[in-house]
């Protein structure tokens, strides 16, 4: 089993800064992408940013320039530093990860959600 903990999530002013962080801990063998998603009030859950194991990184157009992705893979975690923030990225941010297993069989592990909020 796989668990996802994230933190860092919580109430900052517009133009401010939060960090994410998610650790990935149990039965890993080996973590290929990691990645942070987003749910908007009333909205689907959407890609924020990913980045694979050799540091590929992609990003949404609507964080382009604001948000960066990172991971240390020494330690099976991910990071999100998002500045500029603007009242539309308050959600729940999800962190995401593709891992293979100590018995080499894959999966997508998702952590509990963190809530970013944004006052204008």
């Known amino acids: 089993q796989v668990q996802l903990v994230e933190s860092g999530g919580g109430l900052v002013q517009a133009g401010g800064s939060l960090r994410l962080s998610c650790a990935a801990s149990g039965s890993i063998f080996s973590i290929n992408s990691m990645g942070w998603y987003r749910q908007r009030p009333g909205k689907q859950r959407e890609l924020v940013a990913t980045?694979?194991?050799?540091?590929?990184?992609n990003y949404a157009d609507s964080v382009k320039g604001r948000f960066t992705i990172s991971r240390d893979n020494a330690k099976n975690t991910v990071y999100l530093q998002m500045n500029g923030l603007k009242p539309e990225d308050t959600a729940v941010y999800y962190c995401?990860?593709?891992?293979?297993?100590?018995?080499?069989?894959?999966?997508?592990?998702w952590g509990q959600g963190t809530q970013v909020t944004v006052s204008s």
């Open positions: 980045i694979t194991s050799g540091g590929s990184t």
């Open positions: 995401n990860a593709h891992v293979i297993g100590v018995v080499r069989i894959a999966d997508d592990y």
